[in-house]
């Protein structure tokens, strides 16, 4: 190469490598001024004795129905709180509030009240008690828009006001928590319909082969970060590195392995055989219910994640399906009634993919539609249910 063209050379790398650090210092610019990427909380909880109140820094859903950014309605709720003070100085990061009440027993719920009639007679009122986890108790909704509360409020408008429907729903809980809590509704509640609202990650976490594997439920590297005392919990808090440009390439990462390995490892877990152990404790349930004449139900819950489209839970669902069938327990999949929709649309927050008000609406519509019909009749064999309760519905 001639020294001219070397020259030249030189000349075109040196105008590549200044216009990629010049990219870089403006994008660097960019997201400083914008303030981005969030270093966060975008979640967090402040808790009290009955009660708590969860806040986000956006509220894209619409959902969230408390505006802490007025001092009255702060200055109402801070007195439920452990401790007010940090509510005070921490809302500002995340401003679009809802609250949530507990009964004496920990649910989300009015306080439980014993039959005045026996199940079963003309003027008994029709109870349909539900268990699950946060997708069922109404995580980041209020009370009225859990789908528990809708299916109730949509009998009381078609006229049926002798139903009455319990969320029996927690958080962070998982199958040996909520059998127990579905045994509780089976002895104290008397219901005549029990329902299982189930979502991916309720089995028990021993079963999955991996051991300790980076994973969240909600697909989202935020969530790992999580900061948690008795009175306050913050999630999706981070530090700040030298760079903004780094920061955002080093999070779409730590998404991108996050969700990797969660979707690998709920399809894993969802295959036949491993999912068994998990069956065998449903059909459990379902013939302690069918025992004692209730009607028992299984509404499979899908995760808002590529749902209208290649959805990569769809075999699993169709897995569980296949399995509560073959056992003579009913199962409803409400995978089908959502996938007319986007993720954004049944999502509640850009990072959080719990139910929104519409995913939430639209399981209760089935709910109602599918409790309107007797149950099926059941496949034969020993976990057979033989309850076949009906309740007048929505039309």
């Known amino acids: 190469m001639t020294a001219s063209g070397m020259r030249s050379h030189l000349f075109r790398l040196a105008l590549l490598v200044g216009g990629v650090l010049l990219g870089a210092l403006l994008g660097e610019l960019g997201l400083r001024v914008l303030g981005l ?7 967090q909880e402040f808790r009290g004795d009955r009660f708590k109140i969860m806040s986000y820094d956006e509220n894209p859903s619409g959902a969230l129905d408390l505006d802490l950014s007025d001092a009255g309605i702060r200055q109402a709720w801070a007195s439920h709180l452990y401790d007010p003070a940090d509510f005070e100085r921490s809302w500002k990061d995340t401003p679009h509030g809802v ?14 009240r014993p039959r005045t009639v026996p199940r079963g007679q003309p003027d008994s009122v029709r109870r ?15 009370d009225e828009g ?16 002798h139903v009455e429907v319990y969320n029996l729903g927690q958080g962070d809980t998982d199958l040996k928590q909520i059998l127990r809590v579905a045994g509780f509704a089976l002895k104290r509640l008397d219901p005549d319909v029990l329902v299982y609202g189930y979502f991916l990650n309720d089995p028990l976490r021993t079963l999955t082969p991996y051991g300790d594997i980076v994973m969240h439920d909600m697909l989202d590297a935020g969530w790992i970060k999580m900061q948690q005392t008795r009175t306050t919990t913050r999630i999706g808090q981070s530090d700040r590195g030298v760079s903004r440009v780094l920061d955002l390439i080093q999070g779409f990462q730590a998404d991108r392995n996050v969700t990797h390995s969660t979707v690998d490892w709920y399809q ?7 999912w068994r152990p998990t069956l065998e404790q449903i059909d459990r349930l379902s013939i302690a219910a069918a025992s004692r004449g209730i009607r028992f139900l299984v509404v499979l819950l899908p995760l808002p994640f590529e749902i209208s489209g290649d959805h990569p839970f769809a075999e ?27 993720d954004q649309e049944l999502r509640l927050h850009p990072r959080d993919r719990h139910p929104s008000p519409l995913y939430a609406d639209r399981v209760s519509e089935l709910l109602a539609q599918v409790l309107s019909s007797p149950s099926p009749s059941p496949s034969p064999g020993p976990g057979s249910a033989t309850a076949r309760t009906s309740l007048k519905s929505p039309r």
């Open 99 to 112: 609250a949530f009440e507990f009964n004496a027993l920990g649910f989300r719920e009015r306080e439980f």
């Open 268 to 274: 894993r877990l969802h295959q036949p055989a491993a």
């Open 128 to 142: 349909i008690a539900i268990v699950g986890d946060s997708f069922t108790v109404g995580h980041g909704l209020p």
């Open 316 to 342: 699993a669902h169709r897995n569980m399906t296949d399995g509560l069938k073959a056992k003579g327990v009913e199962v409803v999949d409400a995978l089908p009634s959502l996938r007319g929709y986007s």
């Open 146 to 161: 859990a789908y528990p509360r809708r299916l109730e409020t949509r009998f009381h408008e078609a006229g049926s006001s």
């Open 37 to 43: 990427p969030k270093s966060g909380p975008f979640l």
